[in-house]
């Protein structure tokens, strides 16, 4: 079972930026999609971004052309970067990685508020 960890959250002001960071105890090429979602309080779990094996990358239309998802495959990491944070984007950020199942990282908090 891979081992997700995020890191990267935080307390940002309206307008501001934050970039999230997924490090995988495995090769994230093994992978065939790795994710970010996040969780605000009361309310389900929902898509942000995905990233495939091949490159490909979509976005949910919340984050379209404010959020960015990368990898470094040297580093088994895969990157979140956030800007122009609104206080909608409040939530948990979890990691995934599919492949025949998925896998959960813990998350991370992420606040926007001024």
């Known amino acids: 079972q891979v081992q997700l960890v995020e890191s990267g959250g935080g307390l940002v002001q309206p307008g501001g930026s934050l970039r999230l960071s997924c490090v995988a105890s495995?090769?994230?090429?093994?992978?065939?999609?790795m994710g970010w979602y996040r969780q605000a309080p009361g309310k389900q779990r929902d898509w942000v971004a995905t990233l495939t094996r091949d490159g490909s990358t979509n976005y949910a239309d919340s984050v379209k052309g404010r959020f960015t998802i990368s990898r470094d495959n040297a580093k088994n990491t895969v990157y979140l970067q956030m800007n122009s944070l609104r206080p909608e984007d409040t939530a948990v950020y979890y990691c995934a990685a599919m492949r025949v199942g998925v896998s959960w990282g813990r998350g991370t908090q992420v606040t926007v508020s001024s």
């Open positions: 495995e090769s994230i090429l093994s992978f065939n999609i």
